[in-house]
């Protein structure tokens, strides 16, 4: 299935895979509402049970150890700044005029 087939349901992101910034999607409907996945596909695939529940026990066991290390990655990892540059809306803000400086009169010696 191409991406450019499916295009509702999901909006294109950029994510890390492997050390790398790659293209990742993000479901806004379907099963998978609010995940970020691989392929568009994937948001309105069927659940796979017993891989959500293996996920869950291993959220509850390890959930702080795997809050810190996220976060210090997210705070320190260049690659994160990275994707989360890439990830900001690119307004218009960004492409205003430069504004030129004023210029002040000179006082003249009386």
């Known amino acids: 299935m191409k991406v450019a087939e499916i295009k509702e349901g999901v909006i294109g992101i950029w994510g890390k895979n492997k050390g790398k910034l790659v293209r990742k999607y993000r479901c806004t409907s379907g099963t998978r509402k609010g995940r970020i996945v691989a392929k568009p596909a994937t948001c309105n695939a ?64 009386k």
């Open 46 to 109: 069927t659940k796979r049970v017993s891989s959500a529940l293996n996920i869950k026990r291993a959220k509850a066991k390890k959930a702080s150890v795997m809050q810190v290390r996220s976060s210090r990655t997210k705070r320190a990892s260049g690659l994160s700044k990275r994707v989360a540059g890439a990830n900001k809306p690119q307004s218009q803000a960004r492409y205003k005029k430069p504004t030129r400086k004023k210029s002040f009169k000179k006082r003249s010696k």
